[in-house]
């Protein structure tokens, strides 16, 4: 999933003007008392989910205990290199008490995966859940649904259901990639040859998001990262389309969803003041600290598009208003720069996307980052969550992928930090 650096520049230039025009405030978050002191390991909190949807309290308590595992559900067969969950994984999560496993089932231009051939792909997803589950039963999986489709998504066959569920005639026929462009051509070729961003108003766009949301839920998906929605809508006046298909999607997850609704990570607010998803999620947009030899970086408010200082309030998909919108903050993979190892002041930190910085830091200093960016989000920014990487796509670090197991001979690549995440989560 290595993205083109400078067409990936342009499409954030787009997605940041757009969230401007979409109605990000820009006030900071009002005065909040921080988390409470205290030992918390997290046991007693509330992480019910029901049909009727879920409270902030709730999606608060399982932003507060998120780590990103990219790829985590899948298999070595359907992973790429290195990313696919093992023994060791399912151990590391159990041992610090996460709750909310981010991307952990995904793809990236690779639709073949919802072929007849590889069936085995989901139901492995499925077992490896349900193995958890008897062990921890609110742990919740994040699928990601990303702003990349490609003539493979022609080799997938459209089940009957789906047509039903639009109210269309049954076809028997297989997706097709070009029905899924925008009309004007914009963003064809947008990741590299024959890799677009499908235009969501385009109805085979919506049959296929919807497809992958049923999938994913089946296999034991109980949130959704919709990605880049801002550029997958550019068309889509008033998040009408979206709208739609969201509460498709939500009344697919009464059957299909565990138990029976699906947390949606998304930034859209319809004219009338709804939000369409149950949470915000974004990349941190690190700022350099000028003069560091040891490529040291800070957070601040409102860097470059960064949400952290930003204020987002709107009535809720589970029907309540929320005045300060919970959010989920992600070390974000999204390709090289031309000046690796080097401050720009742009999106890339000190040369690098962010997940690939952090993997370049010394072991102390990552353990100390992580301990100042959690707290300085919960000192500041209390309904700000981190996700803390513990596999990820660094592309640009020493080794590839970034896993923050404790180094064994179950993961010898270990960074160790999952014991500083535990301590973290333990001293709050």
């Given amino acids: ?30 005065e909040r008392p921080g988390k409470e002191t205290g030992k918390d390991d997290g046991a007693e909190r509330s992480y019910e989910i029901t049909p009727e949807g879920v409270t902030n309290e709730v999606i608060c308590n399982y932003l507060d205990r998120a780590v990103t595992m990219q790829q985590f559900l899948h298999t070595k067969l359907t992973a790429d290199p290195g990313f696919e969950g093992t023994e060791d994984d399912e151990r590391m999560i159990l041992n610090i008490g996460a709750k909310y496993i981010v991307r952990s089932l995904c793809n990236w231009g690779n639709e073949k995966l919802f072929t007849k051939n590889y069936s085995f792909w989901l139901e492995k997803a499925r077992e490896r859940a349900e193995r958890l589950w008897a062990k921890d039963p609110d742990i919740v999986f994040q699928c990601a649904m990303f702003e990349c489709v490609t003539p493979t998504a022609n080799m997938v066959p459209i089940p009957d259901w789906v047509f039903e569920a639009f109210g269309l005639p049954a076809e028997t026929r297989n997706f097709d990639y070009e029905k899924m462009k925008f009309p004007d051509g914009r963003m064809t070729n947008q990741w590299g040859t024959n890799r677009i961003v499908p235009d969501i108003t385009q109805l085979e766009s919506q049959l296929w998001f919807y497809h992958m949301a049923v999938k994913y839920m089946d296999a034991g998906c109980e949130a959704i990262s ?6 997958m809508g550019q068309t889509d006046k008033d998040w009408k389309t979206y709208d739609k298909l969201l509460k498709m999607i939500r009344e697919a997850a009464k059957t299909h969803a565990r138990r029976g609704y699906v947390i949606i990570n998304t930034i859209m607010i319809t004219p009338d003041g709804r939000s369409l998803g149950d949470h915000l999620g974004y990349p941190f947009r690190f700022q350099e600290v000028e003069g560091s030899t040891s490529y040291e970086a800070r957070i601040v408010p409102k860097y470059i598009d960064s949400i952290v200082g ?20 992600d070390f974000d993979n999204f ?10 002041n742009d999106i890339f930190c000190w040369g690098w996307d962010e997940i690939s910085w952090f993997s370049n830091l010394t072991p102390d200093y990552q353990k100390k980052f992580l301990r100042y960016a959690h707290n300085y989000m919960a000192e500041n920014y209390p309904y700000g969550f981190v996700s803390f990487p513990l596999c990820r796509n660094a592309v640009d670090g020493p080794v590839n992928p970034f896993k923050g197991n404790t180094q064994s001979a179950a993961c010898p690549t270990g960074q160790g930090i999952e014991e500083t995440v535990k301590e973290i989560w333990a001293s709050e």
């Fill in 335 to 344: 390709g090289s720069s031309d000046h690796p190892g080097k401050a720009g």
């Fill in 1 to 30: 999933m290595i993205r083109i650096k400078h067409i990936l520049c342009a499409a954030l230039m787009v997605m940041a003007a757009v969230s401007c025009d979409r109605g990000w405030h820009p006030e900071p978050f009002p």
């Fill in 226 to 231: 919709m990605e880049q929605t801002h550029l």
């Fill in 310 to 329: 930003k204020k987002y309030s709107a009535t809720m998909p589970s029907g309540y208003y929320c005045e300060d919108i919970p959010y989920e903050l």
